[in-house]
């Protein structure tokens, strides 16, 4: 019943930006956490940033590059990358859960991941 879908991957140069969208159906969106992970070949998913359903308090991995937003209007989660570099290539999840956590265990529903790959 639920599904998160995403969008907005792509090629782009080193240094160059993207936007990610991941929008939500089948939930009430308002009522959860929204989170971006990414998968790179050969390593375990891992944590980027999540932030809470009123959309006021976000968690990062470390990495002052990327932003997340949420519309809640829209039932659409955003990740905003800048700077981007070669090593953020990888596939981009968007998850939700009931908890602001950083582990795959703690969401509940993922979407089918995009494809973002830096290079020259």
């Known amino acids: 019943q639920v599904q998160l879908v995403e969008s907005g991957g792509g090629l782009v140069q080193p240094g160059g930006s993207l936007r990610l969208s991941c929008a939500a159906s089948?939930?009430?969106?308002?009522?959860?956490?929204m989170a971006w992970f990414r998968q790179a070949p050969g390593k375990e998913r891992e944590f980027v940033v999540a932030?809470?359903?009123?959309?006021?308090m976000t968690r990062y991995a470390g990495a002052a590059r990327f932003a997340i937003s949420r519309d809640n209007a829209k039932n659409t989660v955003y990740l905003q990358m800048n700077s981007l570099k070669p090593e953020d290539t990888a596939v981009y999840y968007c998850?939700?859960?009931?908890?602001?956590?950083?582990?795959?265990?703690?969401?509940?529903?993922w979407g089918q991941g995009t494809q973002v790959t830096v290079s020259s």
């Open positions: 998850a939700a859960g009931r908890a602001d956590a950083t582990e795959t265990h703690r969401y509940d529903y």
């Open positions: 089948g939930l009430t969106f308002s009522t959860y956490y």
């Open positions: 932030v809470t359903g009123s959309g006021g």
